[in-house]
């Protein structure tokens, strides 16, 4: 096929790609050590290379020739990297767990800098263009979190918003808003920007010792929008999983009976409005966009009714469950919650709040908290991305992967959130990874552009390749065909040629 003369930069993967070390095997798909991985576009012709991240963890097991490193769902140990009155030591500061930086989930962009980043304190700096590993930087240097999400948000100067759990730090456990500045003065240089971060606002966990679990968060113009999910980790458990023997992700568990609480911080007072918004227990991953209209919230997530999916990524279940053809057993279904943040303080108990046209309601309990039920938008995607020009504000389309029977994608789908219309792309055997849209550089509408995909095929004899489809129509533009085994990735970013710095610089 022809790719577009305007495409020209690096699409950049992030994914688990090692998962056997020596004679050693991570329990967990999401285990596996970093392999970073880029599609180069320059002057029409694409360029491939990949690389595994070359963090502190990947060097010390490959070291070892075993896995020496703890990573969520494989307890390692004992680990010899360190010496033997550090291994006295280690039950103890297993409490809160020294976690790794192997950080294979997404790629962040600060300021002309990317990190490879996962959900520990850890991030590290990569060079785009030659996918080296660079700087380690710890978070928790600057601000006391101990978790932090790898799905940030830019605001409008390119600052970095992102959230962190603080655990029980001074006595309180909380979920932390903290910024990254897109840049620092000139003076100061020298210091890294992370010196400069600064926390927005902290919202106080609802149990000091099992705070809730959450992979992304949703931003408006003015507000952060936090779910506080009745999926949680118990810190008790964590402090106590290296003696006992347990993997990380056994300290996590879910609350069906329970409710789901909403938070939303106004980005300028830096304050929590102070009413009480819930919805039903529900597992979240992925926020899709959100947007302010008439006093409302609107936001767009993508919810299960049970933990389920994290399981069914355990490898020995991988294999057996691919032969055995299990059915998942919660769909992702996209929801849409419309919050009433401007509504009348007397109305009546009972009376729905949500003045939008929409099947969504906000109901006022006796308490004054309020009650909402979603519009189910549709069912079946996951790995949601929109054109982030349109992110906080009104929007129509998420691209997004398909999921049938099983949680692997079979499919790229563009919904069209005000329409429920849906455009498709699969083909037999085919396997896509989250679709990434680039806009064109005249772009008039919110589809003008390209969606980007890596796919891998179900006979390892047959070469992966990566698709570009027309965004507008979702028809194919070509493929580059990639001679060379290639692994599902999980996120990344597409960087423009104006964003990379040049050789000399």
Known sequence: GQLPTWLQGILLRNGPGMHTVGDTTYNHWFDGLALLHSFTFKNGEVYYRSKY?????????????????????????????KNIFAKAFSYLSHTIPEFTDNCLINIMK???????????????????????TLDKVDYSKYTAVNLATSHPHYDSAGNILNMGTSIVDKGKTKYVLFKIPSSVPEKEKKKSRFSHVEVVCSIPSRSLLQPSYYHSFGMTENYIIFVEQPFRLDIVKMATAYIRGVNWASCLSYHKEEKTWFHFVDRKTKKEISTKFCTDALVLFHHINAYEENGHIVFDLIAYTD??????????????YLEEYNKLSSVPTCKRFIVPLQHDKDAEVGSNLVTLPSTATAVKEKDGSIYCQPEILCEGIELPRINYDYNGKNYKYVFATKVQWNPVPAEIVKFNVQTKEALKWGEEHCWPSEPVFVPSPDAKEEDDGV????????????????????????????????????????????IPEKDLKTETE
């Open 53 to 81: 991240l070359r963090s502190d963890t990947y060097n010390c097991n490959v070291e070892a020739n075993r896995i020496v490193v703890s990573e969520f769902g494989t307890m390692a140990y004992p680990d010899p990297c």
């Open 451 to 494: 969606i980007l995909s890596c796919v891998v095929m179900t006979d390892p004899k047959k070469a992966p390749f990566l698709l570009v489809l027309d965004a507008k129509t979702f028809k194919e533009l070509g493929r580059a065909i990639v001679n060379i085994e290639m692994h599902l990735d999980l996120h990344g970013m597409f």
């Open 110 to 132: 600060t300021g002309d800098d990317f990190y490879a980043t996962s959900e520990t304190n850890f991030i590290r700096k990569i060079d785009p263009q030659t996918l080296e």
């Open 307 to 320: 933990n389920s999916l994290y399981e069914m990524f355990y490898l020995k279940k991988l294999h057996k």
